[in-house]
């Protein structure tokens, strides 16, 4: 009679982190700090994403060491990445009783074909995606959350900000499209039909969308709500700021109260400075993280 | 069957669309409620499911703590569901200090485990519904309740749902599924104590 590792179970989880910030750690003190600043979840990670930039190489799954260490640290929900494709670093942090698994661009992909048939797994995914069409083909595969892939590790929001506009204005041409041309949308987008379908009666992606890739202050995650956000991923910009505390809590602030203009330039003033951030067309094309992904 | 009553959502992280939604079905007028002004004109309030820690510190940043504990002293109804039930209980085992301390009952955080075993089932709940669709989602246990408490549902023989006067505390989300009966049920709570105010 009961049920675990329902789409229901799945999905409510991710619903109850809406309007919260969920933060990239690295070790057990990391994490006590977010939890500290009302983090809703973190993402335990050897390596956070711009150093994962730096330091080139193949990008794999968390020490498990790093992982277990973290979920013992702290009471909110944790998370961690596995290489897109690598259903059995998956079925490891599965084991290891991970809340979360993001299968994530961040890391070197394992499959540059097929990605992980999350429908199998009791454990919810969340993953990247920079159109409607990459969003729709995650949720077929059975991901239970979405987030924009911005470009990770650059602390510049302006791929976050693409992603989501882009998300949304499609979401809104679904849903004022008539039914009869809805097959060739979907056939143009690559996305399921029914999957369409269901936005096209709803308004809405049948899953929660969380801004990430860029997010390095409080204004840039307000920037996101404003876009139609669910809430926010911090990656680098929290632990590669001059005060992560500070900056944790800011963001965290932010992120709640979003329309308090006054408010969030309360909490901007006296945070230290930001990340060190990359502007976009200094990358190479293969440095380019968000282009993960099929 | 509804009126003119005003719900509010307290909305700083969480499931609050769905609360909103599922009062909106039912005809009410729900808020989404963010900060203390707000609460003077709402009849109910409605504390969701979300992360416990991160809306308590909220709570507490925004000096929230004192009006919706006076919000409750006037006679008005306070719904918790899951985070919003820990929010409210006088005692959360294993730790420090309670958030919003109006509930007599003692929760235990995480009770099941971890989100792979987060489940869903089919529970009655007394005065409510026989067989009413329960998600359960990293959710808390009740597991000492006080001698005015009336334990309204239970699973694997524990308790996840109760009732105090004006107070209704439920370890799972209603607000996940399309079932209106426990919003209508708080509704009719609302009402009662209208009737009773004025």
Redesign the interface.
């Known amino acids: 009679?009961?049920?675990?590792?329902?789409d229901?179970?799945k999905r409510?989880?991710a619903?109850?982190?809406?309007?919260?910030v969920i933060m990239d750690v690295v070790n057990a003190e990391q994490a006590k700090i977010a939890?500290e600043?009302?983090?809703?979840?973190v993402m335990a990670l050897e390596r956070v994403p711009s150093d994962i930039r730096a330091a080139g190489g193949v990008a794999r799954m968390a020490d498990l060491t790093i992982v277990e260490e973290v979920l013992k640290a702290v009471?909110?929900?944790v998370m961690a990445k596995a290489r897109i494709g690598h259903f059995i670093e998956a079925r490891l942090l599965?084991s290891m009783?991970?809340?979360?698994i993001d299968e994530s661009e961040v890391l070197t992909p394992a499959d540059e074909v097929y990605h992980i048939d999350k429908s199998t797994f009791?454990?919810?995914f969340v993953c990247g995606a920079r159109n409607l069409g990459e969003a729709l083909r995650r949720v077929g595969e059975g991901a239970s959350m979405i987030r924009t892939k911005g470009e990770p590790g650059t602390g510049n929001i302006v791929e976050a900000v693409r992603h989501m506009r882009m998300m949304q204005s499609q979401i809104r041409k679904v849903t004022g499209m008539s039914r009869d041309e809805l097959m060739t949308e979907a056939k143009e987008l690559g996305a399921p039909f029914e999957l369409l379908l269901q936005i096209h009666e709803t308004g809405k992606l049948p899953v929660v969308n969380f801004a990430a890739g860029g997010v390095a202050t409080p204004a840039d995650a307000a920037l996101m709500m404003h876009l139609g956000s669910d809430g926010v991923f911090v990656g680098s910009g929290i632990f590669k700021s001059s005060n992560p505390a500070k900056f944790a809590k800011a963001i965290?602030?932010a992120t709640?109260?979003y329309e308090d203009f006054a408010l969030i330039a309360e909490l901007s003033k006296d945070l230290g400075s930001p990340m060190t951030g990359i502007e976009i067309s200094k990358l190479e094309a293969h440095e380019r993280m968000q282009e993960r992904g099929w | 069957m509804a009126g003119k009553e005003k719900i509010g959502v307290l909305a700083l992280q969480g499931a609050v669309r769905e609360h909103l939604n599922l009062f909106h079905k039912l005809g009410v007028e729900a808020i989404a409620v963010k900060r203390r002004e707000q609460l003077d004109e709402m009849d109910g309030l409605v504390i969701p499911g979300g992360e416990s820690t991160a809306i308590g510190k909220l709570i507490r940043q925004y000096d929230l703590r004192n009006p919706i504990m006076d919000f409750y002293a006037k006679g008005k109804p306070v719904f918790g569901t899951c985070a919003g039930l820990i929010l409210i209980a006088k005692h959360i085992a294993e730790n420090d200090e309670a958030h919003l301390p109006l509930l007599d009952v003692t929760v235990q955080r995480n009770a099941f485990g971890r989100q792979v075993d987060s489940f869903e089932a089919d529970l009655p709940i007394k005065g409510v519904a026989e067989d009413f669709r329960a998600v359960f989602i990293r959710a808390p246990l009740i597991t000492s309740v006080g001698d005015d408490v009336d334990v309204l549902s239970t699973v694997r023989d524990q308790v996840v749902a109760v009732q105090q006067g004006n107070l209704l505390g439920i370890s799972f989300h209603p607000e996940l599924t399309d079932d209106t009966r426990l919003h209508a049920y708080f509704l009719s709570m609302v009402q009662k104590a209208i009737e009773k105010l004025s």
């Open positions: 009679m009961t049920q675990t590792g329902t229901r179970v409510g989880m619903e109850m982190q809406k309007g919260g939890e600043a009302g983090a809703v979840a009471s909110i929900p599965e009783g991970v809340d979360y009791t454990v919810p965290v602030e709640t109260h």
